[in-house]
């Protein structure tokens, strides 16, 4: 089963505008992460947020995490044709080591 | 650094045949994962190793898959017999749990398999 719910599933923007995820989960988390997987590649890590962490940067990269309405949002900035890609929110719930991985955003960035 | 290696890349088979796939994690990661990702999905967990022992195979539909890590290094999952539901991309991801508890977990570019 698939805890996480990415919100927009596909998205489509003009290079340059700034892109924004969400991802909602049901129980209580250690920490969530976010990935990248490009058409018929592994995915990638990009950033893991703690859940007393409430905002996080990383380059471009902008999370948040809101633990009182288990959500979460991936801000890219500037986007770039290169930033085409899905972006998966995962989980990783209270004491345990997995990952529940969301079902992804397909974000386009149009030059 | 070298990252997960995963081989083949892509394989196609009929349904009843059997097949097999190869993981080679990150140097040094005592935690390697196998994951399904169906199409339109994200990645679901099948089996998890520390060193060469499965610690959680549950998601695991042990009647026709099995996995192993002889050694604790490289990983061989396998399907026998394959069936039409059966494709979709298997992903290999390895991990060196770091302090608290949090781990980032590394992905090989998977295998595709399409069975006919």
């Known amino acids: 089963s698939q805890q996480g719910e990415e919100d927009p599933q596909a998205l489509s923007i003009q290079e340059g505008e700034n892109a924004t995820m969400n991802c909602s989960y049901k129980?209580?988390?250690?920490?969530l992460q976010w990935y990248r997987q490009n058409s018929g590649r592994g995915l990638v890590h990009l950033i893991l947020?703690?859940?007393?962490?409430r905002e996080k940067h990383s380059g471009r990269l902008r999370v948040t995490l809101d633990t009182s309405k288990k959500s979460s949002s991936l801000l890219i900035t500037a986007s770039r044709a290169a930033d085409t890609a899905s972006y998966f929110c995962?989980?990783?719930?209270?004491?345990?080591?997995?990952?529940?991985f969301g079902s992804g955003t397909r974000l386009l960035v149009r030059p | 650094e070298a990252g997960v290696v995963q081989s083949p890349r892509y394989k196609i088979i009929e349904k009843k045949q059997p097949v097999a796939f190869w993981c080679n994690p990150i140097?040094?990661?005592?935690?390697l994962y196998w994951y399904r990702q169906n199409l339109g999905q994200g990645p679901e967990l099948l089996i998890r190793?520390?060193?060469?022992?499965?610690?959680?195979d549950s998601q695991l539909p042990k009647d026709r898959f099995s996995a192993e890590r002889l050694k604790g290094v490289d990983s061989t999952l396998k399907i026998q017999p394959a069936e039409l539901g059966d494709s979709a991309v298997y992903l290999c991801?390895?991990?060196?749990?770091?302090?608290?508890?949090?781990?980032?977990?590394?992905f090989g570019p998977g295998t595709r398999l399409t069975v006919l």
């Open positions: 995962a989980t990783a719930p209270d004491s345990s080591y997995k990952l529940i």
């Open positions: 190793y520390e060193n060469e022992e499965a610690v959680d």
């Open positions: 140097s040094g990661h005592n935690t």
């Open positions: 129980t209580s988390i250690n920490n």
């Open positions: 947020i703690r859940s007393n962490e």
């Open positions: 991801a390895s991990s060196s749990l770091g302090r608290e508890g949090t781990d980032t977990q590394y």
